[in-house]
Each structure stands twice: as C-alpha cells, then as structure tokens.
C-alpha cells in the first residue's frame, strides 16, 4: 500500500473524483460515494480482496450505530408536522416577541423546528407564516427570510437528532449528551449573528406586501390558527422531551456514583435510540388527537424519507472506512499536527470546504468526520468540540449547488442575488460564529482540563449545579463523583 505523502496526493485526488462525480456527472451522493470508495482502495493499492469487505464494514458500523435513531427522528418530526406542533411553535414565539422583534422569534423558531424536521421541509412549513409576518409588521421580507434560513439550517447542521450531527458525534465517538450540550450553546449566537443582527441590514429595504396570490395563503394561516392544535406549551414540551431525557441522564450520570441504581437507569433511558423512542410514543399519545392522517400513514411517510439519508450516511460511513484503513485519516491528522494545525480548525476547514464545493451539508459533516474519527483520539483533543467545528463548516458558504439554495429562492420568491445577500452570507456568518465559539470552548478546555479535555462539560454541569443548590440548599444536595 501506499504511504507518506503519497496518501495526501490520493485523498486529493479522491476529493476530486467526489465532487466532479456529484458536481460534473450529477451522480446521487450514495453511488458517488461508493464508487469513490472503491476507486480510493485501488489508488492506496489496498489488497483487491479487502476493498469490498472494508466498504461493507463501514457502510454496517455507521448505521448501526445511527440508523434506528435516524428513522425515529423522522417519525418524530413527522408527527410534529402532522400535528401542526411545529405551526404552534412559530406562533408562539412570535405573540411573545411581539412585532419588534419578530426576527427573533422567526430564527428561533425556525431552528427549533428544524431538529426534529429536515431543513427544507422545516423552511417550507414556516414561510406561509414569515410571509404573513413581514406584511403585519411593514417590514421587509428580506428581513425574515434570513432569519428563517439561518435558523433553519443551524439547527439542521448542529444539533442531534437531525442526521448529520448525529453521524458526527457516532464517528467522533463522542458522548450524545455533552455533544447536544454544547451545540445549543454554540448554535444560539450563531442564530443570533447570522439571523437577526444581520438581517437587520434589510431594515431599509421596501416593505413587503401580501397580492392578491397570496392572499389565499393569508387565509389559509388564518385558518390554521383557528382550528384546533396543540397549544404552544405541549408543542415545546414534546419536542424538547427526549432532548431533556438525555441531558437530564448526563447531568446525573456527571453528579452521580457510577454504581448507582439511577446512574444505571439514567444510562438507560439517556441512550440516544431509547429516548427518541420514548419521545417518539410520547409525542403520538400527546399529539395524535391533531393529526388528519393515520400514524401508520405518518410513519410509511418517515420511512420514504429516511431512505435515501441512511443510504446516503452508509455510504459517508464507507467511504471514511476506506480512507482509514489506507491511513490516510491518520496521515493526515498527523502532518497537520507537525504544522500546528489545531484538531478543531482542521476539522472546520474540510468541512467547509466540502460543504462549498460539493453543495450537502449533510454529506460534508459525514464525510469529515467518517475522516478525522479514528484519528483524532490519539491526538487528544475533545471529540465533541472537533466534532462541533465539523458542524459549524458545514452551515455556511451555500451556493447554487445546494438545494437548500433553491429551496429558499423558489418559496421565498426571491432572486438569486438576493438568495446570496440573505442565505449565504446570512450562513456563513452564523457558521463561522459558532466555529468561534467552539474556539472559545477549546482554549477553556484546554485550560481546565489539560489532561482529560472532553471532561471539561462534566466539571460545568457540576459548577452549575452547585451554583444553584448553594443558593437555595434546601432544595438538593449535589454529591460528587
């Protein structure tokens, strides 16, 4: 097999052959990754016989490390949907901003909504409502449309159990619960950044105003917010229920003796494939009393869309399988390590740069981290804050090669350009905030916890549950590990 600086000429090359195969040839991401997979194998000169079962290997670890909770999150944002849970999300965050800042309450929303809901669905189920907020307000509808798609895909690209962060944190090995942790503590000010403060650029722009056309879509929200569905607080309950049962398992595993019953039962029902079950029966028996369609309806529904994401996540798993086994991953960790490039940035930059070019945030985050996975470890660095820089790469620098690009364009009715000076460089800012905050999170690690730096989210959540027993003690006792 190849080695030394021949395996970084290779991993170029095979860089290359994805993209042009995606790009040039238009191939679906699930064949272009298996044929690059195979072709990787040939150029390391792995033995012919070990190319196939590798590919296969790799293909079978991601989804059986990923693949149950994939088809339960899509259920679980089926039944969201169905029900019109998301609908009362929006709608209240909006009546608790108010119309000043609605902005807000959109990219909030929108990235809320997006966790459990593939981003694009997640846009078009809000733009009806964005459209009938920017004519209530007299505001520009640039000013909403870059909040909504900011939000949307910050929440798409950052936080589990939304695909591609899933497939993150399983290749980088890191724990699910820090991993949600700490991507909601970078995601609100990427939101923020990229959402609102810029947005605000548009204040000047003219007003947005409903024709005649979409007057009917006026009435129908009108209508939608008549009829019957759940109210704001059992919509946010269900939808943050099983990401609560897994930090809540975190938190006590953190503060809690090992052999304890409730660490064991916390184990238990915290583990990523048990609480999204969970959540997934509590939504329906919560929730199925608003929906128009069978459950069986709304789960053959999840099951026509999870296939081709876990297809295409297999494949990511292959194709980083491939690279591994070459040792390209380790190669190239270890060069970039000789030039002092941290874990983090490393991880920001691939990610990028293949969000960019090849146009699928959720293939740029699988790809990367099927990469970088196995060989970050021996460099110590934390899995989850690479793991989070992966994810920050992946939000920013969309172009016409995304369809979330046109996604946005063709349901907001705006133009290209105007698709760049919102969605783009709306993305790219809140991308490249959270990438910062990550930064932020590191040299804190580092500093705290030289020695072990993934263990710096344990020392917080005891700092923090310390802080407030000791404000009121009688209320809980915390005891150390």
């Known amino acids: 097999m190849i080695t030394g600086y021949g395996l970084l000429v290779v991993f170029a090359l095979s860089i290359l052959i994805l993209l042009v195969s995606i790009i040039k040839f238009r191939l679906n991401p699930f064949i ?17 016989g070990d190319i196939s079962s590798t590919i296969s290997t790799g293909f079978g670890n991601t989804l059986g490390s990923i693949g149950i909770v994939i088809g339960l999150g899509i259920v679980f944002g ?18 608790k901003t108010g119309d000043n800042h609605a902005a807000i309450a959109v990219t909030t929303a929108g990235f809320l909504i997006s966790i459990p809901v593939y981003m694009d669905a997640a846009f078009v189920i809000m733009m009806p409502i964005v459209k009938y907020i920017a004519d209530r307000t007299k505001k520009s509808l640039m000013i909403f449309i870059c909040a909504l798609g900011v939000g949307t895909i910050v929440g798409h690209a950052m936080v589990i159990p939304t695909p591609g962060p899933l497939s993150v944190a399983a290749n980088m090995s890191a724990d699910v ?19 609102w403060l810029y947005g605000k650029r548009f204040n000047k722009a003219e007003a947005f105003k409903l024709d005649n056309v979409e007057d009917e879509i006026a009435a129908t929200i009108a209508v939608d917010e008549e009829k019957n569905m759940p109210s704001f607080g059992l ?7 099983p990401i609560c049962i897994i930090l809540l398992s975190n938190i006590l595993k953190a503060v809690l003796p090992e052999d304890s019953l409730i660490v064991s039962i916390a184990s238990f029902l915290g583990d990523k494939n048990i609480a999204l079950l969970i959540g997934s029966v509590v939504a329906f028996l919560l929730l199925h009393n608003y929906f128009e369609k069978s459950f069986s309806e709304v789960v053959v529904e999840a099951a026509d869309s999870a296939g081709l994401i876990l297809l295409i996540t297999g494949a990511g798993g292959a194709f980083g399988s491939v690279i591994n086994a070459s040792g ?11 030039l002092s490039v941290p874990a983090v940035v490393l991880g920001f930059i691939l990610s990028a740069l293949l969000r960019v070019s090849q146009g699928s945030t959720t293939v740029a985050l699988v790809t990367t981290s099927s990469i970088l996975g196995p060989a970050i470890v021996s460099t110590g660095a934390s899995p989850v804050l690479v793991g989070l820089a992966i994810c920050a790469g992946g939000v920013g620098l969309s172009l016409p090669n995304d369809s979330g690009f046109w996604v946005l364009s063709r349901f907001g009715g705006i133009s290209v350009k105007d698709t760049l000076n919102s969605w783009t460089v709306g993305g790219t800012l809140a991308g490249f905030t959270a990438f910062v905050v990550v930064l932020i999170l590191s040299i804190l690690n580092i500093s705290r916890t030289s020695s072990v730096p993934h263990a710096t989210h344990l020392s917080l959540v005891k700092y923090v549950i310390f802080t407030c027993c000791s404000s009121s003690p009688s209320r809980c006792a915390v005891r150390s590990k």
């Open 32 to 48: 272009a990754l298996l044929l690059t997979s195979i072709l990787t194998g040939f150029l390391v000169q792995m033995p012919i």
């Open 78 to 95: 089926n039944i969201l949907s169905e029900s019109n849970a998301t609908k009362s999300i929006a709608n209240g965050l909006l009546s």
């Open 177 to 195: 619960g820090a991993f949600i942790f700490y991507s909601i503590i970078c995601a609100f000010p990427a939101i923020l950044v990229g959402g």
């Open 235 to 241: 919509s946010m309950f269900t939808l943050l229920f």
């Open 328 to 338: 390209i991953g380790d190669f190239l960790v270890a060069t970039m390590s000789n």
